[in-house]
T-cell receptor, first 113, second 109 residues
């Protein structure tokens, strides 16, 4: 069964450092998302990406965040200068087309120290 | 902005019991998803529905669009059903999901 894969599964980084979280969506999917879940809280939308550009972003997704799909397969989330409050589980998701099932990766647990 | 509420927040039941988890939302939607999150954190999609009812094995999901309410039922519950069950809704004109806070289900053998 096709799946969304995320790497790394866990990353520890020092405050102020840049991190890149990687995702490989399902190959024939067209819409890509990043969500995050702070420990003990609900999952929150960060950004959606379609046709090689951001289609929507939340208030959380400020100038410190960026996304890229550099090679047609990987989908990355970069945090330029991490803060303690960026510590969370980050999920990548993809869907094939509008109003179809969402597939999630296993998540990357980011810990900022 | 859609407000998604789930109840109960926590549910403990004996193996074999019939389980119901409820979800309500405040603004009309194009689809509702039921998701399962295991202790390791990964999220698995169980159902996507926009009307009526869907069944997969021991799981049944229903939605009432007029009342803005959905339920997830588990028949003959088993300890391996223990997980957090999350309701998430998709609006019109965009594809992002808005999540509920989840229901933590524990099934005791």
């Amino acid at each position: 069964e096709p799946e969304v894969t995320q790497t790394p599964s866990h990353q520890v980084t020092q405050m102020g450092q840049e991190v890149i979280l990687r995702c490989v969506p399902i190959s024939n999917h067209l819409y890509f998302y990043w969500y995050r879940q702070i420990l003990g809280q609900k999952v929150e939308f960060l950004v959606s990406f379609y046709n090689n550009e951001i289609s929507e972003k939340s208030e959380i997704f400020d100038d410190q965040f960026s996304v890229e799909r550099p090679d047609g397969s990987n989908f990355t989330l970069k945090i330029r200068s991490t803060k303690l409050e960026d510590s969370a589980m980050y999920f990548c998701a993809s869907i094939r087309s509008r109003n179809t099932e969402a597939f999630f990766g296993q998540g990357t647990r980011l810990t900022v120290v | 902005k859609n407000e998604v509420e789930q109840s109960p927040q926590n549910l403990t039941a004996q193996e074999g019991e019939f389980i119901t988890i409820n979800c309500s939302y405040s603004v009309g939607i194009s689809a509702l998803h039921w998701l399962q999150q295991h202790p390791g954190g990964g999220i698995v999609s169980l159902f996507m529905l926009s009307s009526g009812k869907k069944k997969h094995g021991r799981l049944i999901a229903t939605i009432n669009i007029q009342e803005k309410h959905s339920s997830l039922h588990i028949t003959a519950s088993h300890p391996r059903d223990s997980a957090v069950y999350i309701c998430a809704v998709r609006g019109f004109g965009n594809e992002k999901l808005t999540f509920g806070t989840g229901t933590r289900l524990t099934i005791i053998p």
